[in-house]
């Protein structure tokens, strides 16, 4: 008797192997879901990374062009500070420094946004147009050199 009880029939046992390959194919569909789900999720992960690349350089950029202007403004006005405090050499070398230190930033800002070294993922941002940053910095290279020779003239003349 015990043998009769331990046999199965054959549709029950094929009854228990279509179950098993249904799990199965479940199994295959939820684990090619997820692994497309991961891909996604890691394409979104570097695209993000990209924007956040892009992001930075410009507040790179932007703290560059404040530092010049900072500069600027301070080697304009260093020699009318310091004119009574220091000799006149003194304020004009201040103020000339600081100006082509101004020169430099703005510069180096250009030089930095656009020679980024390794190019990064492709962003879903735009980053600023090349053109337009060269012609403002060069701009503001200019003004800065024009304060310079203003500064120049001026303690030549005084």
Known sequence: MADQSEQVSPRADASKVRESAERLEESAGAVKHSTREMADSADRRTELAADRTVLAAERTYA???????????SGVGAPALLSKTVPDWLAGTTGSVLIMFSAFCFVAAVWRELKTGAPPPKPDIRRLPPLMLVVLNGFLTLVALAALVGIWFGLAAS
């Open 63 to 73: 703290a560059w062009v404040r530092t010049g202007m900072a500069a600027l403004a």
